[in-house]
């Protein structure tokens, strides 16, 4: 028997085979079988063809992919891998077109759309990467910042920071052996990014003589990059919040039938073509890719003889580190997760392990390059030699692990490497509840991940709680809100009053004259447009803005009275439970009938629970935790996990959504190690 595929009681694939080739091909075959649709989503994403199937609404997507290069990075890095590794990657994506016509014929959204599954390239995994993180780091940032710089001047650039990302984040954190009952090591966390159904993340165990793991992987992927557990050590991400990534400012023209871009030493040849983006119920799009000697030109072009190109590792490198990802499967001590991440490039994370001999690993893994500071701020002039590369940032930062590390996205190991951080509040939060307790077991991790208090409504908690002269109904709901215990808790009125308040208070505050001048979002490329609407910016920077000065006195103490006595107005016989605002409104590429609103959640921004809205345009939670779990190191078959839907990519199938109700309760399932417990698939799609 050279594989087989086995199947724990949510239909979490685990994979047995004779050796480590047959068992990546195996992970490609089950994956598309599993999730075929999300494959061929992801697939034409990277290669910026997904119009074609999914109509005008891909297009601002498809240019952008087209204009940075992903697909033709993707095959730089591939064929710069090492012959070990490229091959390993060949065998996933055999695997992926073995299984990919069995999956599609399956799934309905094929039949749909009338897509037909296609063919995977050796170089497609990687193109996928680079898709998921192309736009991680600050590049969206840097626009804003240019926005705001020419909009109300150079003063105000850092205005929005507040340490408050609009990206994805996630929650880690590492116990050692003497803070748990075991005596070994507990490493937990829960990656927060855009809720994607079917899920971003993939349950899966990968087993040969070589190596036993268990961990989550990225569907289209091979391996386990995140999260992992070999049995000897496990190891888990977040991000960094790193800036890795430049723009610069280009002077463009043609000339002849050339384009040149002006450069330090003057004008010098870019290279340029055409592409056409095929659109499904309309005409074709074409589309100019420009690359200069800084990199691929992501908005403006030659035509208006400017524009903007992305300079970032990968293309830079010709390397995304996916030699790193075989080496994990490989790791039998934190050394060994050491030295495997020392190949990450893409994108730049905070990593922890743990292995059963006791030893803990805290540190940056990624390439960061050495640049001028005025780089990581904005878009920068080409043709100024001081804004070029001049090599990597080394070593990269590590701390030691003392009793506990706790990672969430804030100022704090990486802090050399970037601009803007999460707030330290989920941080601190954790923390909090980790010192609280003793003795930690992997079902006792549930209170941390599900923890809801907001200690980010103290700010305007206390503006609240400074105002006089209110109304009776605003003076009632201001004490309310002060008593209120600060816990986003689902059945809680108190934090949909605070939740309420805060959105009016976030739109008054967008719609202030003095803000007008960024009311308009600058005419850059249709895929940065989320990261440059006033409303969210300020919603994530709320207390900065109204702190900074720009408002003319009085009129922060006035909006936030005026916020008050709106919701008091709206609201005469209280407000609804959180729950009934907040609630859970995924991603599909294809949205299929309107199903109603989503399920009910607890959390906030800033919880621990980090359930995302954007206050001041809506309620509903687009960003979450896209996974939950608990690698136990005393023993793996107490290790715990749960996603937001399910194993399987199929609707309809019985494992499509049937962890949804224990990830909404907050509930860990166990992780099933016995092989004796699984049941074996004897039709091997």
Not at 56 to 63: S, T, Y
Request: aromatic share 8%; with cysteine; net charge negative.
């Amino acid at each position: 028997m050279t594989v087989r595929v086995l199947r724990d009681p949510w239909g979490v694939p685990h994979l047995r085979a004779a050796d480590a080739h047959a068992l990546v091909v195996a992970q490609g075959r089950v994956t598309a079988y599993d999730r075929a649709w999300q494959l061929e989503v992801e697939r034409h994403r990277a290669q910026g063809t997904s119009a074609s199937f999914l109509g005008a609404g891909a297009v601002g997507w498809d240019r952008f992919a087209r204009q940075a290069r992903l697909a033709d990075t993707a095959r730089r890095c591939y064929a710069a891998l090492d012959p070990a590794t490229a091959a390993w990657v060949r065998g996933y994506v055999d695997g992926v077109n073995a299984g990919l016509p069995a999956g599609a014929a399956r799934t309905p959204e094929f039949a749909a759309v009338g897509l037909a599954p296609g063919r995977w390239e050796p170089w497609t995994p990687l193109a996928v990467w680079l898709s998921h993180h192309v736009l991680f780091a600050n590049v969206p940032t840097k626009l804003w910042r240019e926005h705001v710089a020419g909009r109300l001047g150079e003063r105000w650039i850092s205005l929005f920071e507040a340490d408050s990302p609009a990206t994805a984040g996630s929650n880690g954190w590492l116990l050692a052996g003497d803070r748990t009952a075991s005596g070994a090591a507990l490493l937990a966390g829960d990656p927060h990014r855009f809720i994607e159904d079917p899920g971003v993340y993939q349950q899966i165990r990968l087993a040969c003589p070589e190596y036993d793991v268990v961990g989550l992987a990225v569907p289209g992927v091979p391996g386990i990059a995140h999260f992992g557990h070999t049995g000897g050590v496990a190891w888990a991400i977040t991000n960094a919040m790193a800036d890795y990534q430049d723009l610069y400012a280009e002077r463009l023209r043609r000339r002849g039938g050339a384009v040149e871009a002006y450069g330090p030493d003057g004008w010098e040849p870019a290279a340029a073509h055409t592409e056409v983006v095929e659109v499904a119920g309309g005409g074709p799009v074409e589309v100019e890719a420009v690359e200069t000697a800084r990199g691929p030109v992501v908005a403006g072009g030659p035509d208006d003889g400017t524009g903007i190109s992305l300079r970032h590792p990968p293309r830079v490198r010709a390397d995304l580190g996916f030699a790193a990802l075989p080496a994990l499967l490989r790791a039998r001590t934190v050394a060994d997760v050491d030295a495997a991440v020392d190949h990450w490039i893409e994108p730049v994370n905070v990593l922890q392990a743990a292995d059963t001999a006791g030893g803990l690993l805290h540190r940056v893994a990624g390439a960061v390059p050495l640049r001028h500071p005025a780089n990581r701020l904005r878009v920068v002039p080409a043709w100024v030699r001081e804004h070029a590369w001049r090599g990597w940032y080394a070593p990269m930062p590590r701390a030691e692990v003392r009793g506990r590390a706790v990672m969430a996205n804030a100022r704090e190991l990486a802090a050399p490497l970037g601009v803007e951080f999460a707030p330290p509040y989920r941080a601190d939060r954790i923390r909090e509840l980790l010192d609280a307790g003793s003795d930690w077991t992997a079902e006792a991790m549930a209170s941390v991940h599900t923890d809801t208090h907001l200690g980010a409504a103290e700010p305007l908690l206390a503006r609240l709680g400074a105002l006089t002269g209110l109304g009776p109904a605003a003076t009632a709901l201001r004490d309310r809100l002060l008593r209120w215990d600060r816990r986003m808790a689902a059945d809680s009125r108190d934090a949909a009053a605070y939740a309420l308040v805060r959105a009016a208070l976030v739109r008054r505050v967008a719609a202030h004259p003095a803000l007008a001048p960024l009311a308009d979002p600058p005419a850059y490329p249709e895929v940065f447009q989320p990261w440059l609407a006033l409303t969210p910016r300020v919603a994530l920077a709320l207390e900065a803005v109204l702190a900074c000065g720009l408002l003319p006195a009085g009129d922060p103490e006035a909006l936030v009275r005026a916020a008050v006595e709106e919701v008091a107005g709206a609201y005469a016989d209280g407000p609804p439970p959180w729950g009934e605002l907040h609630r859970l409104a995924p991603w599909r590429a294809l949205p299929g009938p309107d199903e109603g609103a989503g399920p009910p959640l607890a959390g906030d921004h800033d919880c621990v629970l980090a359930t995302s809205s954007t206050p001041g345009v809506t309620h509903h939670c687009l960003r979450g935790p896209a996974a939950r779990f608990v690698w136990d190191l005393g023993d793996r078959s107490r290790s715990r996990w749960v996603v937001p839907f399910g194993a399987a990519g199929v609707p309809g199938h019985p494992h499509h959504r049937d962890q949804t109700p224990a990830w909404l309760a907050g509930d860990l399932l166990p992780v099933t190690t016995d092989w004796d417990q699984l049941t074996e698939e004897r039709d091997v799609h």
